[in-house]
């Protein structure tokens, strides 16, 4: 009981320090359509995500590949032209290095067939979806006069914050 007394106190005192932290990400402004077109993205990214750790499970390269693919280049270049403006070059180049990754990631499941091969290679993946998280929020103007309102996309998984 001791134990998870000391586990309890932890864990409270974490997600305390956690809560009074001040969010430092950089705010990207961006219109309604634009903000639902990168958070369609962050979906389909998740989504393959998800589809390649379920073909990985079965050790199907070909699966792998096929949900990978969908998400290199060729997702980005579908949003280029009304973003490029509106976010940040740093934001720009993060995402089109996941993108290219994910293209690595389809080309060696179909040469290499190596299921741990393309675990390092997701994870490395996942470190650039988690390095922009940790970098930027997304707000929108409200109406003229109104102030803009960030994103609110704090919640706590396993002691982590996002």
């Not at 001040?22 to 990207?28: A, G, P, T, V």
């Not at 741990?116 to 940790?134: G, I, N, V, Y």
Request: hydrophobic share 40%.
């Amino acid at each position: 009981m001791q134990k998870l007394s000391m586990i309890m106190t932890c864990w409270l005192i974490s997600t305390s320090a956690m809560a009074a932290d001040k969010d430092s990400r950089e705010i990207l402004m961006l219109s309604e359509a634009q903000r639902g077109h990168v958070l369609q993205e962050m979906r389909g990214l998740l989504a393959g995500t998800q589809e390649i750790v379920a073909a990985l499970s079965k050790d199907d390269m070909a699966a792998v590949s096929k949900a990978a693919r969908p998400l290199g280049l060729g997702m980005a270049h579908k949003a280029e032209d009304h973003l490029k403006d509106a976010l940040p070059k740093a934001f720009m180049q993060l995402g089109m290095s996941l993108h290219q990754h994910f293209d690595q990631i389809a080309a060696d499941a179909d040469a290499r067939k190596d299921p741990k091969l393309t675990l390092r290679q997701l994870s490395d993946a996942m470190s650039k979806c988690l390095a922009c998280h940790d970098a930027y929020q997304i707000s929108t103007a409200s109406t003229p006069g109104q102030p803009a309102q960030a994103e609110e996309h704090q919640h706590q998984h396993q002691g982590h914050s996002h």
